[in-house]
């Protein structure tokens, strides 16, 4: 015999939170939880998605209110990871995904100089975009990847998963997989990263030397 969920107050929202943030589950995950206490009426798709933005941007905000309300944090959320556990990373990352490990680690240089998290112990941010991370994963770009934007922020190895996975699209990209000049590739590889394919290559296939991309090719 099932029991109706009890219905969605203040005070249980923030119970699921700490929870499921306790749990190190994802936004989706706690998207759902919450979803499950809605009335039926109210349980639509368009109601989910707009319950996982929710998620997505809350969990990115309670790492940093943790950390500020209380001065410490577990290591996962404010500990930058060390140079040696990303190159580790990422090593293993080249071989799955078929790119050089020297590409990557400039590709990482180039955008968050290694670091996952700014100095107060939040998500790496700078600006005014979504950018977040040791890749700097904007959230349309999470979204078309189908990546989990809030676990983007919290989650380092995560992040340099997708970072890899976005980069890895350019590198072996048919305009660029024939190039063998392989700093050149990479860099070209880096402009559809930051760029995007769209925006900077479509209407001149040539190498366009960007701004970005002279910083990247000085960290390769």
Avoid: C
Avoid at 82 to 106: C, F, N, S
Avoid at 133 to 162: C, R
């Amino acid at each position: 015999m099932s029991f109706p969920k009890p219905p969605l107050t203040p005070d249980l929202l923030a119970q699921i939170f700490a929870k499921n943030l306790g749990e190190g589950k994802s936004s989706g995950e706690i998207a759902s939880e919450i979803f499950t206490h809605l009335p039926e009426s109210k349980q639509t798709p368009q109601t989910y998605g707009e319950l996982v933005q929710f998620t997505e941007t809350t969990l990115t905000q309670l790492v940093g209110d943790k950390i500020q309300s209380t001065g410490t944090a577990s290591a996962q959320e404010v500990q930058n990871p060390t140079h040696e556990e990303i190159e580790k990373k990422l090593e293993d990352l080249a071989i799955r995904y078929d790119v050089p490990k020297k590409a990557l680690v400039a590709l990482i240089a180039t955008e968050s100089d290694f670091r996952q998290f700014d100095e107060n112990g939040k998500p790496l941010s700078p600006g005014t975009s979504s950018a977040i991370g040791l890749g700097q994963i904007l959230k349309p770009t999470a979204k078309l990847y189908g990546a989990d934007y809030g676990k983007l922020g919290s989650d380092w190895e995560y992040n340099l998963e997708v970072a890899v996975q976005i980069y890895a699209a350019g590198y072996h990209h048919p305009w660029n997989s024939s190039i063998t000049d392989l700093a050149l590739r990479a860099a070209r590889a880096y402009g559809m990263y930051h760029d995007g394919f769209k925006a900077v290559y479509k209407t001149n296939p040539d190498y366009i030397d960007t701004v970005w991309e002279k910083r990247y090719k000085s960290r390769y």
